[in-house]
């Protein structure tokens, strides 16, 4: 069982355009986290988030966690080849467990 | 300061032989954790070592997989009598204290049976 949906699984885009990445689950989570992963490397954390609603900015990229902590999205503005890479949610906490639940990620490619 | 380190970074390996990764995780992190990354998907949770308790095994695929943890520190992942379905990137991630559980990931093992 998929614990963590994210959409889309694959984003095409153009250099300056806008875009959002859904990671959505029926459960509640006491912290979200996005990741990047470029080829041949670990996942990077970009951001935690920990309170309902709450948001985030890392310069273009911003997060956001749903009221009831059970979603989140990451918004990206102005997108850059270099933003290019795999984008990974992964939920922490659930029924106190100390291991996140990745997604399956989206793979966002920005052509110049 | 210095990452979580993995070694080896690849490693092809004969149907049926048995393969021992290593990772190092960083230097008093006290929790560790094993992935597997088919191409280009997700992390699939594997085992997950915190301090002197027991591990949490539940996402072992088999009994062929099996993970030790010496001393708090250094982290080996066996599998023995590979098969080609184990082909995959392995990833080990070690963590500092609560509460937002971040992890902090070592480069991997791409592990291919032939």
């Known amino acids: 069982t998929q614990l963590l949906e994210q959409s889309p699984q694959f984003l095409s885009i153009q250099e300056g355009e806008n875009l959002t990445v859904y990671c959505n689950s029926s459960?509640?989570?006491?912290?979200l986290q996005w990741y990047r992963q470029e080829p041949g490397e670990g996942p990077v954390l970009l951001v935690t988030v920990v309170t309902g609603g709450e948001v985030k900015k890392l310069k273009r990229l911003t997060f956001q966690f749903g009221d009831a902590r059970k979603d989140s999205s990451l918004h990206i503005t102005a997108a850059q080849p270099g933003d290019t890479g795999l984008y990974l949610c992964a939920g922490g906490g659930i029924q106190g467990a100390q291991k996140l639940v990745f997604g399956q990620g989206t793979r966002l490619t920005i052509n110049p | 300061g210095a990452g979580v380190s993995q070694s080896p970074s690849n490693k092809v390996t004969e149907k049926g032989k048995d393969v021992e990764l290593r990772c190092d995780p960083i230097?008093?992190?006290?929790?560790l954790y094993w992935y597997r990354q088919s191409l280009g998907q997700g992390l699939e949770f594997l085992i997950y070592?915190?301090?002197?308790?027991?591990?949490?095994k539940s996402g072992l695929p088999s009994d062929r997989f099996s993970a030790e943890r010496t001393g708090g520190s250094v982290s080996t992942l066996t599998i023995q009598r590979t098969q080609q379905e184990d082909s995959a990137v392995y990833l080990c991630?070690?963590?500092?204290?609560?509460?937002?559980?971040?992890?902090?990931f070592g480069p991997g093992t791409r592990l291919t049976v032939t």
């Open positions: 459960s509640v989570f006491s912290s």
């Open positions: 070592f915190q301090g002197n308790s027991a591990p949490d």
């Open positions: 991630a070690s963590r500092s204290g609560q509460p937002t559980y971040e992890q902090y």
């Open positions: 230097s008093g992190h006290t929790a």
